[in-house]
């Protein structure tokens, strides 16, 4: 089956800077590359989706990007902001059988 | 809110018993999924369905059976077989179609044994 693999596992920023959580998947077949944040004691929300036939996707401060050819996409936040700080995880999807990374804890420091 | 109940959201079991934890949708949603959130360890797939009467394991399938009698309901049965049992159970659900779409969550239960 897929494989994710996510890194960093923890994040810390000032606030304002940038951040970037980086994933690695296994199968080729893979075409849905999802990012969910989860706050804490909260459900896991999508903030972002990409598919396979898109290199780059953005929306007003988050933007993932996708390397088909390497396998590997990964979700960048500018500006961050307090509000940010929670923990997410990526995920690569084939036929609806969607697999997660083990999620990265960021937290933004003002 | 969100259209997929899991109830209860906490449960508590004696060790040696099975409990079935419930997930509700009406969302209209084919596929239903199971997953299991450990500390560190990221969400990790139970079961997935993506039909009723059809459901397939994910990577820890194992001490765990489903069924998706109804199109609205995929409830997971922790069994006697599972070794560690208590951890943060979340499922979700999602459209079917050509491509993959967003699976939308349920609260979550959080289930221990002692």
């Known amino acids: 089956g897929e494989n994710v693999e996510q890194h960093p596992s923890t994040l810390s920023v000032q606030e304002g800077d940038s951040a970037v959580i980086k994933c690695t998947y296994s199968?080729?077949?893979?075409?849905?590359f999802p990012w969910y944040k989860q706050e804490l004691g909260k459900r896991p929300q999508l903030i972002i989706d990409i598919r396979s036939n898109v290199g780059e996707k953005k929306d007003q401060r988050i933007a993932v990007t996708l390397n088909k050819t390497a396998k590997h996409f990964s979700l960048h936040i500018t500006e961050t902001q307090p509000e940010d700080s929670a923990v997410y995880f990526c995920?690569?999807?084939?036929?609806?059988?969607?697999?997660f990374g083990a999620g990265t804890r960021l937290t933004v420091k003002p | 809110d969100g259209g997929i109940t899991q109830s209860p959201k906490y449960l508590f079991r004696k060790e040696g018993q099975n409990v079935t934890l419930s997930c509700e949708q009406n969302?209209?949603?084919?596929?239903m999924y199971w997953y299991r959130q450990d500390p560190g360890q990221g969400l990790r797939l139970i079961y997935y369905s993506q039909i009723v009467n059809d459901f397939q394991k994910g990577d820890i399938a194992e001490g765990y059976s489903v069924s998706r009698e109804k199109k609205e309901s995929f409830p997971l049965t922790v069994t006697s077989a599972q070794k560690n049992p208590t951890a943060f159970y979340l499922c979700?659900?999602?459209?079917?179609?050509?491509?993959?779409?967003?699976?939308?969550f349920g609260q979550g239960t959080r289930l221990t044994v002692v």
């Open positions: 979700a659900s999602s459209m079917l179609g050509g491509m993959n779409t967003e699976a939308f």
């Open positions: 199968d080729s077949a893979s075409n849905y």
């Open positions: 995920a690569a999807s084939r036929d609806n059988d969607m697999r």
């Open positions: 969302l209209n949603h084919d596929a």
